[in-house]
């Protein structure tokens, strides 16, 4: 007997939940981590910092970076941080209205080095895409405008 489907499409068979979008990705950093992680992701990406004074209050655990106004990527430091390894985790895809050549541009200009660059398929299609790797070893694929580059 095959196992039933928990999550589906309504696309596919009219069943199902409705998932929308990704809400957030919880990902831990260093207990230290929070001035490496404000220079990269706000000083060099440009996303905006949220809920930073709660985290420094000790209200919450985490701090948040703002990629859309419907996703988040909380970052929760923690004592016990171990870098990720290539077996548990491998990268998390933001998609960017820029084409390629402006995703270069700026990532150089901010002094990011880019890891490498495909065309990989993703949620929405294939689109030219970047890879950087932030100070605390996450892989953030970059992904551009599909119709630059």
């Given at each position: ?23 957030h990705?919880?990902?831990?950093i ?59 985790f ?60």
């Open positions: 007997m095959a196992a039933a489907q928990i999550f589906t499409t309504r696309g596919r068979d009219g069943a199902g939940m409705d998932a929308t979008a990704i809400d990705v919880n990902l831990r260093p207990a230290d981590g929070l001035d490496a992680a404000v220079g990269f992701y706000r000083d060099a990406l440009g996303f905006d910092i949220e809920n930073r004074d709660l985290y420094e209050s000790g209200d919450k655990p985490f701090f948040s970076v703002r990629l859309t106004p419907a996703s988040v990527i909380h970052l929760r430091p923690a004592e016990n941080f171990e870098p990720p390894a290539e077996t548990a491998d990268h998390v895809a933001i998609e960017f209205a820029h084409g390629i050549d402006e995703l270069r541009d700026r990532l150089d200009a901010a002094g990011v080095e880019i890891d490498r660059q495909l065309e990989p398929l993703g949620a929405t299609g294939v689109a030219p895409a970047v890879y950087v790797t932030d100070p605390f070893g996450y892989t953030l694929e970059l992904k551009a405008a599909p119709d630059d580059g």
